[in-house]
C-alpha cells in the first residue's frame, strides 16, 4: 500500500507534465484502483484524462467504478462516447456495466450500446436496464459458471475452463437443467473427489438459497447475511437462472442505504456529497430547517398563551429546556431501536404489539427515575411546591408520551412504504417539543397557576 502523501503527489504532477508515459505507466502499475481514484481529487480533469488513457481498459474501468458520481460524470462528459464503450464498458463486469449506463441518458446508453463489439454483452446490458434498479435483477451481473445437470464431470470441467476464461473471479458453480432452470450448486471439493461421475446431477448440492429477480434489495441483504453467503443466484418467475450477486454488490447498497437514512434522519432531504455545490446542499437541508422554524413559532405561540403564568411563576421558564430536550432525545432513542429492527427485519408484523408494551415499560422506569431525580432536585433547591410538582409530572407525562410516539411512527411510517428512517430525525423532536410543551403548560397551569 502506497501513501498518498503530498510530496508524492507533486513528483506524479511533475512527471505527467514531462510526459514521461513510462514512468506513469509503472507508477499506476504499482496502485490499486482505489488509491488511483483518490489521486483523482488532486488532479485537474486533464491530468485525469491524461492517466486514464494510460492504464490497460481492465484498471481503468476499476478506477472509473471507485469515482463518486458527480466526479464520473465529469470525467466521462470529456470522452467520446466510442472511447468510453470500449475502454471502459467492454472491461466491466455486466452489473458495474449496467451501473454506469443508469447515470446516462437514454440518447448517450444507446450510441454507447452500439460501439460496443461484444453483441452478447451488449444483449445483457439491455436486459438487465429493464430491471427496476431496486430489484434484485437491476443488482445482479450475468457473469457465473453454468454447467448441466446431465454433463458428466469430464465434460463439465472442460467447460468450466471455458467460461472462466473470461472471468475475474469465482464464486459458485451453478447447476441448471435442460430448461436452465436452477436446480444445484456444484461444489469444488465434489470435482476433486468425483473426477468421474457419470452426471453432475449426482453429487450437486440440489436445491441452493435463491432470490428471484423481482425480489427487492432488502430481502437480498437479509438472504445474503442470513445464511452467510458470498454470491447469490437470481432466478426468474419459472425458476430459470438469469443472473448472480456478489456480496460486494449488496454491501454497496447496504453502505448507500445507511448513508441515505444517516442523512434522513439529520434532516437532510436528499443524498448529498461534501463535494456538492452550495446550491445542491442549501437545498438538500432547507426543508427541515424551514420545518423546524415552523416548529419554533408553534412553540412560541403556545408559550405566548400563558404569558400570564410566567409573569406570575417567572421560575417555570427555566424548565422549558429541559421538558423539550429530554422530550426529544427519548423520542429518537425509541423510534431509532425501532428503525433498526425494521431494517434488519428483527421487528416482525406480529411483534408491534409485544414492542409497544415493552417500550412503555421501559419509558415507565425511565420516567419514573428521571422525574424522580428532578422532584429531589427542586425540592431541595427551588423552594417551590408548585413547581417542583408541576415539573416533575410534566417530565413523567412527556417521557412516556415522547417514547410511545417515538415507537409508534416508525411503524406507521414503514406500514405506509414511507422510510422509516425519516421518525429518527427532525420530525421527532419537532412534534415532541410542541407536544412537550403543551403538556407542560397544561400541567403547571394546573398545579402552579
Known amino acids: 500500500m502506497i501513501e498518498l502523501t503530498k510530496e508524492y503527489i507533486d513528483n506524479l504532477k511533475d512527471i505527467i507534465t514531462e510526459k514521461d508515459d513510462a514512468k506513469i505507466k509503472e507508477i499506476l502499475h504499482e496502485l490499486y484502483p482505489a488509491d488511483i481514484a483518490e489521486l483523482y481529487q488532486e488532479l485537474d480533469l486533464q491530468e485525469a484524462i491524461y492517466l486514464y488513457l494510460l492504464?490497460?481498459?481492465?484498471?481503468?474501468?476499476?478506477?472509473?467504478?471507485?469515482?463518486?458520481?458527480?466526479?464520473?460524470?465529469?470525467?466521462?462528459?470529456?470522452?467520446?462516447n466510442e472511447l468510453i464503450a470500449k475502454r471502459f464498458v467492454?472491461?466491466?463486469?455486466?452489473?458495474?456495466?449496467?451501473?454506469?449506463?443508469?447515470?446516462?441518458?437514454?440518447?448517450?446508453?444507446?450510441?454507447?450500446?452500439?460501439?460496443?463489439?461484444?453483441?452478447?454483452?451488449?444483449?445483457?446490458?439491455?436486459?438487465?436496464?429493464?430491471?427496476?434498479?431496486?430489484?434484485?435483477?437491476?443488482?445482479?451481473?450475468?457473469?457465473?459458471?453454468?454447467?448441466n445437470e446431465n454433463w458428466s464431470m469430464p465434460k463439465c470441467i472442460d467447460e468450466m475452463r471455458k467460461q472462466a476464461e473470461d472471468m475475474d473471479e469465482i464464486y459458485y458453480v451453478y447447476v441448471v437443467d435442460d430448461d436452465e432452470r436452477l436446480r444445484g450448486v456444484l461444489p469444488l471439493q465434489k470435482l476433486i473427489t468425483n473426477p468421474s461421475v457419470s452426471k453432475i446431477k449426482h453429487v450437486m448440492k440440489k436445491d441452493p438459497i435463491s432470490v428471484?429477480?423481482?425480489?427487492?434489495?432488502?430481502?437480498?441483504?437479509?438472504?445474503?447475511?442470513?445464511?452467510?453467503?458470498?454470491?447469490?443466484?437470481?432466478?426468474?418467475?419459472?425458476?430459470?437462472?438469469?443472473?448472480?450477486?456478489?456480496?460486494?454488490?449488496?454491501?454497496?447498497?447496504?453502505?448507500?442505504?445507511?448513508?441515505?437514512?444517516?442523512?434522513?434522519?439529520?434532516?437532510?432531504?436528499?443524498?448529498?456529497?461534501?463535494?456538492?455545490?452550495?446550491?445542491?446542499?442549501?437545498?438538500?437541508?432547507?426543508?427541515?430547517?424551514?420545518?423546524?422554524?415552523?416548529?419554533?413559532?408553534?412553540?412560541?405561540?403556545?408559550?405566548?398563551?400563558?404569558?400570564?403564568?410566567?409573569?406570575?411563576?417567572?421560575?417555570?421558564?427555566l424548565f422549558i429546556p429541559l421538558i423539550g430536550g429530554t422530550g426529544g432525545n427519548v423520542g429518537i432513542q425509541s423510534s431509532a431501536i425501532v428503525v433498526q429492527g425494521l431494517a434488519n427485519n428483527s421487528l416482525k408484523e406480529g411483534d408491534i404489539?409485544?414492542?409497544?408494551?415493552?417500550?412503555?415499560?421501559?419509558?415507565?422506569?425511565?420516567?419514573?427515575?428521571?422525574?424522580?431525580?428532578?422532584?429531589?432536585?427542586?425540592?431541595f433547591m427551588l423552594g417551590d411546591r408548585g413547581i417542583t410538582a408541576s415539573v416533575s409530572l410534566s417530565l413523567f407525562a412527556v417521557v412516556m408520551f415522547a417514547s410511545i410516539f417515538g415507537t409508534l411512527v416508525p411503524m406507521t411510517l414503514d406500514k405506509l412504504k414511507i422510510d422509516p428512517a425519516l421518525a429518527t430525525?427532525?420530525?421527532?423532536?419537532?412534534?415532541?417539543?410542541?407536544?412537550?410543551?403543551?403538556?407542560?403548560?397544561?400541567?403547571?397551569?394546573?398545579?402552579?397557576?
Open 353 to 379: 404489539l409485544p414492542q409497544i408494551l415493552k417500550e412503555s415499560v421501559v419509558s415507565l422506569i425511565n420516567a419514573s427515575i428521571i422525574s424522580l431525580v428532578v422532584f429531589i432536585y427542586n425540592f
Open 55 to 80: 492504464m490497460d481498459g481492465e484498471k481503468a474501468a476499476d478506477v472509473l467504478m471507485e469515482l463518486d458520481e458527480e466526479d464520473r460524470h465529469k470525467l466521462l462528459k470529456e470522452l467520446p
Open 212 to 317: 428471484r429477480d423481482s425480489d427487492s434489495i432488502e430481502e437480498v441483504t437479509e438472504t445474503i447475511e442470513k445464511y452467510d453467503l458470498v454470491a447469490l443466484p437470481v432466478i426468474d418467475s419459472i425458476g430459470r437462472l438469469v443472473g448472480r450477486i456478489t456480496i460486494d454488490d449488496v454491501m454497496d447498497e447496504v453502505r448507500e442505504q445507511h448513508e441515505r437514512d444517516y442523512q434522513l434522519a439529520s434532516g437532510i432531504s436528499q443524498d448529498v456529497e461534501t463535494s456538492d455545490n452550495v446550491f445542491t446542499q442549501t437545498a438538500a437541508r432547507l426543508p427541515w430547517l424551514l420545518i423546524g422554524m415552523i416548529g419554533g413559532i408553534g412553540n412560541s405561540l403556545i408559550l405566548g398563551n400563558f404569558e400570564g403564568n410566567f409573569a406570575v411563576n417567572p421560575k417555570m421558564a
Open 90 to 147: 467492454d472491461n466491466m463486469e455486466t452489473d458495474d456495466a449496467v451501473d454506469l449506463m443508469r447515470e446516462l441518458d437514454e440518447d448517450t446508453q444507446e450510441e454507447i450500446l452500439s460501439h460496443i463489439e461484444d453483441v452478447e454483452q451488449a444483449g445483457d446490458i439491455v436486459d438487465l436496464l429493464k430491471y427496476d434498479e431496486d430489484t434484485a435483477g437491476g443488482l445482479m451481473g450475468t457473469e457465473m459458471i453454468v454447467v
Open 425 to 449: 430525525g427532525p420530525f421527532i423532536t419537532i412534534t415532541n417539543d410542541i407536544i412537550g410543551m403543551m403538556i407542560y403548560m397544561f400541567i403547571t397551569s394546573a398545579l402552579a397557576g
